[in-house]
């Protein structure tokens, strides 16, 4: 089945700075890729997805990139502000069973 | 527009106990349905999902079980609980193999 895996596990940066959060995969026929952001306590919600036929998507501050070869894909948020702390979690889907890596809690200091 | 059901929001239950939890989606049909449990400062474990009512797929072998009695409602039961049991419980829905997952507010189980 598939495995993915996520670093890294923690992360915290400055107001304004960008965050990269990366995530490998092992199942070649995986075609989807979605980012969630959980807060504390609640659902995870999708923040943006990719299909293995685009190698890169961006909705405002936040962007995804995928490399199907080296089966990797990255969430990359730019101008970050307090209210993007949270965890993250990656996820790839081959087919009914989406896996989840483990999560990045992102901290944003003011 | 479509939107997904879970409850309840927290349970506190004791070891050996049954458990049920409900989860009902509406405004679609035929959706695929997921139980997916969240340890404490964990990630997400994939339980169980539901291509269609009477279809069940267990990604872990345990104490639980998933049924769908109807299209739109999939249930996550034990007959027995263990302290091991605890966690963060939510249920998804998706169009598909291939559409994004909505999930649910989520069960906070505790056993004690």
């Known amino acids: 089945g598939e495995n993915v895996e996520q670093h890294p596990s923690t992360l915290s940066v400055q107001e304004g700075d960008s965050a990269v959060i990366k995530c490998t995969y092992s199942?070649?026929?995986?075609?989807?890729f979605p980012w969630y952001k959980q807060e504390l306590g609640k659902r995870p919600q999708l923040i943006i997805d990719?299909?293995?036929?685009?190698g890169e998507k961006k909705d405002q501050r936040i962007a995804v990139t995928l490399n199907k070869t080296a089966k990797h894909f990255s969430l990359h948020i730019t101008e970050t502000q307090p209210e993007d702390s949270a965890v993250y979690f990656c996820a790839a889907s081959p087919n009914n069973d989406m896996r989840f890596g483990a999560g990045t809690r992102l901290t944003v200091k003011p | 527009s479509q939107t997904i059901h879970q409850w309840p929001a927290t349970l506190v239950q004791p070891v050996g106990s049954p458990l049920s939890l409900e989860c009902t989606v509406e405004?679609?049909?035929?959706?695929?349905l997921y139980w997916y449990r969240q340890a404490a400062g964990r990630g997400l474990q994939l339980l169980f999902y539901s291509v269609g009512i009477g279809q069940i797929s267990s990604e872990v072998p345990q104490n639980l079980s998933a049924s769908r009695p109807q299209d739109r409602q999939f249930i996550l039961s034990s007959k027995k609980l263990l302290l091991s049991d605890s966690g963060f419980y939510l249920c998804a829905w998706s169009h598909g193999s291939l559409g994004s997952y909505t999930f649910g507010s989520g069960t906070r189980l505790t056993v004690v």
């Open positions: 405004g679609t049909s035929n959706p695929n």
């Open positions: 199942d070649s026929a995986s075609n989807y």
């Open positions: 990719i299909r293995s036929n685009v």
